[in-house]
């Protein structure tokens, strides 16, 4: 099993920045993919944005595509989302997970086997 502790959340204004943080603990040497997902009240879980632990490329939902950046630092274990130009509709708690069986659905909620707390986004118009 892999432990994910999520970090960075907070109030933002539109058009401002956040820098959430994943940190790793565990079976940490098993990871194919972390990923982040968010839940806005009321709506399903859904993927934003997610990065092969090996080569590092991030794959993103369109609809935060050009805004933010996902990446990692193999080294502490820790996965960030840099999050600019906020929207309110990016106002949301955000997970952390990862994959440590396949590395194939980084999209699908299916396709983790450990999932963070969440860390809550709230973006003010």
């Known amino acids: 099993q892999v432990q994910l502790v999520e970090s960075g959340g907070g109030l933002v204004q539109a058009g401002g920045s956040l820098r959430l943080s994943c940190a790793a603990s565990g079976r940490t040497f098993s990871v194919y993919t972390m990923g982040w997902f968010r839940q806005a009240p009321g709506k399903e879980r859904e993927f934003v944005a997610a990065?092969?632990?090996?080569?590092?490329?991030?794959y993103y939902a369109d609809s935060v595509k050009g805004r933010f950046i996902c990446f990692r630092d193999k080294d502490k274990n820790t996965m960030y989302l840099q999050m600019d130009s906020l929207k309110p509709e990016d106002t949301a708690i955000y997970y952390c997970?990862?994959?440590?069986?396949?590395?194939?659905?980084?999209?699908?909620?299916?396709?983790?086997?450990?999932w963070g707390q969440g860390t809550q986004v709230t973006v003010s118009s």
């Open positions: 990065i092969s632990w090996s080569s590092s490329i991030a």
């Open positions: 997970a990862a994959d440590i069986s396949s590395g194939r659905y980084y999209s699908r909620l299916d396709g983790y086997d450990s």
